[in-house]
């Protein structure tokens, strides 16, 4: 089985693979559900999926060299006469079965594993003559049941070695296991067994298990990656070369440079999305303004593909950081467009997905009419439908038809609600900050280009919000990779949405306590006030008396009436933390005591020396 990723490359794949003979049509036709079948008398369901073995990686050299790759398959008949499977000729050996087939004792299973054959397909049974130069001649009932129907559960080998394992030592061998759809399509193709069996394997549909062990081997050790450092990054062809000439007089041979292969070494990374971009939240009355950066996420290049795959921004607020209770709030994404081919034939109407989106300047000049099909305004991809497709002048059939990659919301401000900080900065000549003037970077050290900013307004001041921002992709429809989005929770942040003033002690606003009075009944750990995901602990383990419009450093004293000391909470954060106006106690004494029911003043010292006071009724 080989694996062609375009551009004339063919690499074969090396998977033993297993599928149902005809796919078990029921009266002539595939079907997806459960249907009684009055032939068999049973309930049936077609089995049109195919399943394969590969190796990933192993050590490339065993005991005595390179190792050997072997697959051995044969009937598990007691019976010497039908004991069967491919044999070479040539070095045949004794199994002491009296048959070819199964290997009896751990000597003789050790040469099968390490034979160097790799047995043909079991539909080939009743091909081989008896005159065969290579392979022994089966039996010719076994030949004809295992060209037509299968042999049931006939053992499989797929191994590699040999190697010299001293006590205690260890081999680490990757495999993987896949699965593909529909290899099958033709309920009739099994008729052509036995006779025609390579035509009968010629149209099986192999193309979505090969993608799958595809992938395998590309997470496993990526194409392209140079892992170790050395300077080899794999196996690759140059499609579509076109000999230049330098400045020099040299013949250059330039075009794409597609990888196949990996370098050797294990990467175990598959297609990711663009990274999350950098933000920075700031708290405003009943709102929270959001601040990002998205210079890594624009020009992150997929490691598959080579392409900037970015699409858009999406940022998100919630309650809590879990990602069922994150809501979309705004996004941005690229005004680009997906294009469905016509693949389809006179009986079924059938449009793939085959290529990344185009832009619409791009589409213009590919299918715009005039002297200059790029200027054509008029050129409008929404007009085609899947039912009033686009067809190709002079292909009658070429079709496509076309729809919006997202929601298309690329005008900042407008049609997002997403802003440029920096609306007139030009792009950067590079993206490395090292090499851009002061005036062109942010006060973090970023390109100002891309940053960009978003206000979360009509917010509950008093409680907690977490807000996240992602990038995402439009993914790679030609590899069936669909979009991917950076994470959700992995870099959410919280913030109380209260603004702060500097009108009052130590450059805070006037400092209040809530909920005031605190009653034990009122349930706050319900209303959010208390407890936020921390479902685990007591309720008595979460209260929690909430003070805000703190100075960023600031001391906080608690009083009983009588004028002694409960409490002393020392506040000391960054100014420009989110939280650097706000502060907990949990109703703990410093004698580390549940406080009881009561009248209490609290005081708040400032760095400057200035303070502020105030009553706290607490009813438990």
Known sequence: MVLSPGCGIVNNLNMMWAADNDGDPVDGEYVDEIVYDPDWEEWVKSATHGNGILFLGYPSFGTDGPVTLSYNWWAMFYDPAYDFGPRHREGFRDFLTGGTGRPLGDVNKYHVMGNGEIDYDMVYTATIPLDDPVWMTPRGDIAMMASTRGLSRPPNLLSVGPYDLPPGAELKVAFAVVGGEDLHTDPNNADLLPYSARTFLRKLDFSDLVGNAMWAKWIYDNPGVDTDGDGYAGEYQLCDPDSVTNESGQVVVRGDTVFYTGDGIPDWRSAMPP??????????????????????????????????????????????????????????????????????????????????PFILDSLRCLYGAGADPCQDSSFDPLNYTVSSPYILPGFSDSAFYFVRHDFNAS???????????????????????????????????????????????????????WVSVTSFDFGAPALKVPGQESSVTRSAQSVYPMGASDTAAGGSGEVYVYPNPYRIDADYRDLGLEGRLEEDRPDYRVRAVHFRNLPAKCTIYIYSLDGDLVRRLDHDTDPFDPYSSHATWNLITRNTQMVVSGLYYWVVEAEDGTTQMGKLVIIM
């Open 411 to 465: 005008r900042w401000g407008i049609t997002t609600p997403i802003r440029k900080v920096y609306p007139d900065e030009p792009y950067p000549v590079s993206l490395d900050p090292d090499s851009l003037p002061p005036e062109a970077l942010t006060a973090e050290g970023n390109p100002k280009y891309f940053e960009y900013e978003y206000t979360i307004e009509n917010l509950l001041p008093t409680v907690p919000h």
């Open 275 to 356: 990274p999350a971009p950098d933000f920075w939240l700031t708290p405003t009355a009943n709102g929270i303004y959001v601040r990002f950066n998205g210079a890594r996420c624009e020009a992150e290049r997929d490691i598959f593909t080579g392409q900037i795959e970015f699409e858009g921004y999406r940022i998100y607020c919630g309650l809590d950081q879990r990602a069922g209770s994150m809501a979309m709030v705004a996004s941005y994404d690229r005004d680009d467009y997906d294009k469905y081919v016509w693949t389809g034939d006179v009986y079924a109407i059938e449009y793939r997905l085959l290529e990344t």
